[in-house]
């Protein structure tokens, strides 16, 4: 009886661990990548004005940039242009909307980005917010019927992936029962689920390997396959320990990688389209 306690205790011990791990890792690459918002602060004349500039935008409509300048005295500009071409920058001035000045991005097709930069003035001094120019990526408006699922069984496979690997380094025990899990939600959220989003947000159900480069696509396929390695291992070998590591492992670098890195995007240098509007 002691020893069943015991390894009941050790099996809600894992778990919590796996839970704890999975959210660390989850907050973490969401707030790393490059569509996170920006934020900072900038003193102007002993008024610090925190803000957040945002690097990605669902939907048709025109992205706004809002910033919290209760000071009416102080004016703002956005100065903007398409990201990879050949276009002149040009500059608005942005409107007050109560206690928040606003900057307009026009909106973008699907993967089209616009570099801006803010600069706020007050008597006749000018600050600007950022050294470099900030990126914001449009997409499509994804319907949340697709995209919950998507993140569901995304998180449900990292854990499930560190549940793995706890199992092996704590008990070393059968890991097929959680591998066959991982597999069949991994193969769920990303590899159905995810072309989904993807045509929804940038009109291609596919953009890594061997169409094109995006980062997303791509670890996802690579970790699915070393997850399906590790899967007919261990239906012929149930305690190899090898392939489930190396499986975790691969997980773990994947998410260690900031979401949406070298995600899709268009290249107006190499195409023939109007300048922003």
């Given amino acids: 009886k002691m020893k069943k306690l015991s390894d009941k205790g050790l099996n809600t011990l894992l778990w919590a661990i796996a839970i704890c791990i999975t959210i660390a890792l989850v907050i973490y690459q969401r707030s790393t990548g490059p569509t996170y918002p920006l934020g900072g602060e900038i003193l102007i004349e002993g008024e610090l004005i925190n803000f957040e500039l945002i690097r990605t935008f669902g939907g048709d409509r025109d992205a706004l940039v809002r910033l919290n300048v209760p000071n009416n005295d102080i004016n703002g ?10 276009d ?7 409107f007050r909307d109560g206690n928040e000045l606003v900057g307009v991005i026009p909106n973008q097709p699907m993967a089209g980005k616009v ?8 008597n006749n001094t000018e600050y600007e917010l950022t050294v470099d120019p ?3 990526r449009f997409k499509g408006e994804v319907p949340r019927s697709i995209l919950i699922p998507h993140i569901f069984f995304m998180f449900m496979s990292l854990l499930f992936s560190l549940r793995v690997g706890l199992e092996v380094f704590f008990r ?11 597999l069949f939600t991994l193969f769920l959220g990303g590899l159905l689920m995810g072309p989904l989003v993807q045509k929804y947000a940038f009109d291609a159900y596919w953009t890594g390997w061997p169409f094109g480069h995006d980062l997303t696509d791509n670890k996802t396929l ?3 396959i070393f997850w399906v390695i590790a899967w007919f291992v261990l239906r012929k070998k149930p305690k190899n320990i090898l392939w489930p590591m190396i499986a975790v492992i691969a997980m773990l670098i994947v998410y260690a990688i900031p979401h949406s890195v070298l995600g899709s995007e268009i290249d107006h240098t190499k195409q023939q389209t109007e300048k922003i509007k």
């Fill in 134 to 136: 900030v990126v914001i």
């Fill in 115 to 122: 570099e801006y930069f803010i600069t706020l003035k007050k």
């Fill in 222 to 224: 690579i970790v699915f």
């Fill in 77 to 86: 500009t956005i100065t903007l242009k398409r990201y990879k071409s050949y």
């Fill in 172 to 182: 070393k025990k059968d890991t097929k029962y959680f591998t066959g899990v991982v």
């Fill in 88 to 94: 002149d920058w040009s500059s608005e001035e942005m």
